[in-house]
């Protein structure tokens, strides 16, 4: 799910900043602060700061820091090509592009993987993952992963959260959740309990006087033509939602139940699952490892170990196909994601 709202993320204990990282985090931070930008005024928006970032005496530090750590990147598709096959680009570089079996292997052996491992995962899936992420990834051969909400698959029905924004502002009206800006209202549906989020969407279907556009997912056939060109395709639960806002059983049934489809249309069961909004949960932690899972997927903006310790629980990094190669370095080196943490921004 797109990560414009605030995302509540339960994470094991974080590791313990080294004194030099953190004062090159405070260095790094009055630098992205006075830096001024290309026509003398101080950078403001995310990616001109992370552009300064990249010339931060910080960065040295923390690009070799990650060089012994795993970088698993976060997308939720790619509205811009061109830009993300500059990211890749730059990734064939400074990184080691690995797989999600490659992961897999790493964790079944006990060898960590090779330095400056980096792996590329998709959220939700949309078709830009096909028709835009696929061909630039297929003409560098660098290997990705795909997490899928199966329920909608072979379908036209948006995702539901572009369906409440767009309810919303035609109308929708939901007794539980003020109808305000649509970030408020996402936010304020997604810390419902399961049943009266659902509820809630309901309400702002009959009410609203106009109909959301439909949206052409992919199908069973497009997932294996994914599969095929080095796609690996993962869970992301029947529907998407908060997995800390539902009941065991609907915990159990969104994972079993996407499970099912999945080795239904690929012919062989998903060994790995990204945590819907990111946030770790024990109930599915336990349903995960009965369904014979092997890694599960955070969004958390953190480098993890090149070789996991918690394999249903690895650290990833938020990215988006719009982000210019300045930043991306910054991103890559965890520099960014540590000058977030420093400053209590929400992932």
Known sequence: ?????????????????????????????????????????????????????????????????????????????????RSFGAQLDRLRRLATPVSLTAVEQAVAQGRPLPPRSVLITFDDTDRSVLTHALPALAVRRIPAAAFVIAELIGTDQPFWWHEAAFLARNGGRSRLVPT?????LLARLKALPDPDRRRSLHELRVS????????????????????????????????????GRCD????HSEIAGAHLALGKWLGEPPTAFAYPD????????????????????????????????????????????TTGTRRFDTILSGLEPALQRWRGVAV
């Open 1 to 81: 799910m797109p990560h414009s709202e605030t995302t509540t993320i339960t994470t094991p204990p974080p590791t313990a900043v080294t004194a030099p990282a953190a004062a090159a985090v405070a260095v790094a931070t009055s630098a992205a602060v006075a830096a001024p930008g290309p026509s003398g005024t101080t950078a403001r928006s995310a990616d001109g700061r992370g552009s300064w970032l990249r010339f931060s005496p910080a960065q040295p530090l923390f690009r070799a820091r990650a060089a012994q750590r795993l970088a698993v990147l976060a997308y939720h598709g790619v509205t811009d090509p």
């Open 180 to 184: 305000g800006r649509p970030a408020e």
């Open 208 to 243: 609203a006087h106009r109909r959301p556009p439909r949206q052409e997912q992919l199908t069973p056939e497009d997932l294996r033509a994914l599969q095929a060109d080095g796609v690996s395709i993962g869970n992301h639960t029947l529907g998407h939602p908060s997995l």
């Open 248 to 251: 065991d059983a609907t915990v």
């Open 278 to 321: 990111g946030g770790y949960d024990p109930r599915a932690d336990a349903v995960l490892r009965q369904l014979g899972y092997r890694l599960g997927f955070l969004s958390d903006h953190r480098l993890g170990p090149r070789l996991p310790a918690h394999p249903l629980r690895i650290s990833r990094l938020q990215v988006d196909s």
